[in-house]
């Protein structure tokens, strides 16, 4: 009896732990709301990336088309040359055939005395010499264009090829953003657009910088777009260095490379603020703990505090 007891304690104690364990808040089922915004920011945090991974394929196919260019104008003026030299290397050849003077023997029996032949000789094979290492310079030259013209036709397939894999990714998530309930149309941002505060702006690159982002505020995010209407986040501080005289790359990660970096005490108005591990991201630092950004698709260019996301970095264009 004493055991049936017992064994009736621990059932009940098993039943009323699970009980408690199915009572408890958010128990035995994931809270839908909480799950379907984990997933959106995932998505939008995904489509930034994929977007800024495209800014920076579009700018390395940029300057693979201009050396191409290069490559290609250099070309055509060489092969005349080439041409000309190939031309007269013959034209002396044929020349030298027709005169008899073709080997030491006819320029022997053709001279007046030893001194003459050797000074024929000499003269011959030195004009024969310069044609023919000028003829091997050209081609050397051409031969080195062709080769680098083939390499960057490679390269510009690859590009070309992880360009539109972007493109494709960018638009399945883009279909994903489209089942999450966004329309893609513009829309307030979760930051204010403008939540008073008003910049000084100094009379500096950084000053002019800061002017320029600021006068931007509630144009509407457009991905690789880097102006005048429109743009996403490194297009912006891109556009915003660029009335200062500063060239930054069309990239969060690669401006990250190419600034000065700084710590956060060392903020000041124009530094550059870089967000998420993958450095998808970048605002510009206008002063008291704010940064003016593009967010993202859909959404305005707004005023934020700093902190608004995981900031790995700060840099000061230069």
Not at 98 to 109: D, K, M, N
């Amino acid at each position: 009896m004493g055991f049936c007891r017992k064994n009736l304690r621990s059932a009940a104690s098993l039943v009323v732990a699970g009980l408690i364990v199915l009572m408890a808040p958010g128990a035995g089922h994931a809270d839908p709301t909480a799950d379907r915004q984990r997933q959106l920011a995932n998505a939008w945090q995904e489509l930034e990336s994929v977007i800024e991974r495209y800014n920076a394929v579009r700018d390395d196919l940029r300057a693979t088309d201009a050396r191409l260019q290069q490559v290609n104008a250099r070309l055509g003026p060489l092969q005349t040359q080439v041409d000309n030299a190939q031309r007269e290397t013959d034209d002396q050849a044929v020349a030298l055939y027709r005169s008899g003077a073709v080997g030491s023997t006819a320029v022997l029996i053709s001279a007046p005395s030893p001194e003459v032949w050797m000074d024929q000789l000499a003269m011959l094979d030195q004009i024969s010499r310069r044609r023919v290492t000028a003829l091997h310079e050209l081609k050397a030259a051409q031969g080195a264009l062709n080769s680098e013209k083939a390499e960057l036709s490679m390269l510009r397939q690859q590009q070309t090829a992880q360009q539109a894999e972007l493109g494709r990714r960018r638009a399945t998530i883009e279909a994903q953003l489209q089942r999450y309930g966004f329309g893609g149309t513009a829309r307030s941002p979760s930051g204010a657009l403008h939540d008073g505060f008003v910049p000084v702006f100094s009379d500096d690159a950084a000053g002019r910088a800061v002017q320029f982002a600021f006068s931007q505020l509630g144009k509407v995010y457009k991905w690789g777009a880097d102006g005048p209407n429109s743009f996403d986040c490194s297009g912006l501080t891109m556009a915003a260095w660029k009335t200062a005289g500063v060239v930054l790359p069309h990239n969060a990660a690669r401006q990250k490379q190419t600034v000065k970096p700084i710590t956060r005490d060392e903020l000041q108005p124009g530094d550059l603020v870089f967000y998420y591990k993958d450095v998808s991201h970048v605002g510009i630092y206008i002063g008291s703990g704010r940064v003016v950004e593009a967010p993202r698709a859909g959404e305005r260019i707004s005023m934020r505090l700093i902190d608004y996301a995981p900031v790995v970095g700060y840099g000061r264009p230069q």
